[in-house]
């Protein structure tokens, strides 16, 4: 008999742009600010460096999990420029309530056919809680709108420079 799979998300979208700007959005804080809402960043794109995101704490209250927005961080444990990188040890850090973690967050860039980025998203760890449950029911609109709006930004961006 096989368990149920432990609740993950794994994500993938196109991007008409370079895969090292794709990769850099994650990492500038103007861009952060743009695209994922990010209140307030410390990224540092290199092994062993910082990645913690904090968002203003939302008006709503969720039942389970409280107010969303708070802080995600963790270490970056690889880095390739242009390529991927990978953050282990990451926490959620809710406004109220206890951090949900571990986790993980694997980031990976490809050249797509059209000659511009492939992102793929891949974000694991879980205990089986309601907690933890409904955390990844959140996440995955959240990554869902999050990367469509990365997408309008770099893309919008390249428009602006003059780029097809």
Same mark, same amino acid.
């Given at each position: 008999m096989t368990s149920p799979s432990k609740p993950s998300i794994d994500r993938a979208i196109v991007i008409d742009a370079p895969p090292a700007r794709v990769l850099g959005a994650f990492f500038d804080p103007?861009?952060?600010a743009?695209?994922?809402q990010v209140h307030r960043s410390v990224t540092t794109p290199r092994p +062993? @460096?910082?990645?913690? +995101?904090?968002?203003?704490p939302t008006h709503e209250v969720d039942d389970v999990l @409280?107010?969303? @927005?708070?802080v995600f961080h963790g270490t970056v444990m690889e880095y390739q420029v242009g390529r991927e990188f990978f953050i282990a040890d990451a926490w959620w850090l809710p406004p109220d309530g206890d951090p949900i973690g571990p986790m993980s967050l694997q980031i990976t860039c490809t050249v797509?056919?059209?000659g511009g980025s492939r992102l793929?998203?891949?974000q694991s760890g879980f205990e089986d809680s309601p907690r933890w449950q409904r955390y990844y029911r959140?996440?995955?609109?959240g990554w869902r709108s999050s990367l469509d709006a990365l997408k309008r930004h770099l893309e919008a961006a390249a428009q602006k420079a003059g780029r097809p």
């Open positions: 103007a861009s952060l743009v695209w994922w +062993l @460096g910082v990645f913690a +995101l904090e968002w203003a @409280g107010r969303l @927005g708070g797509s056919e059209n793929r998203i891949r959140i996440i995955e609109s």
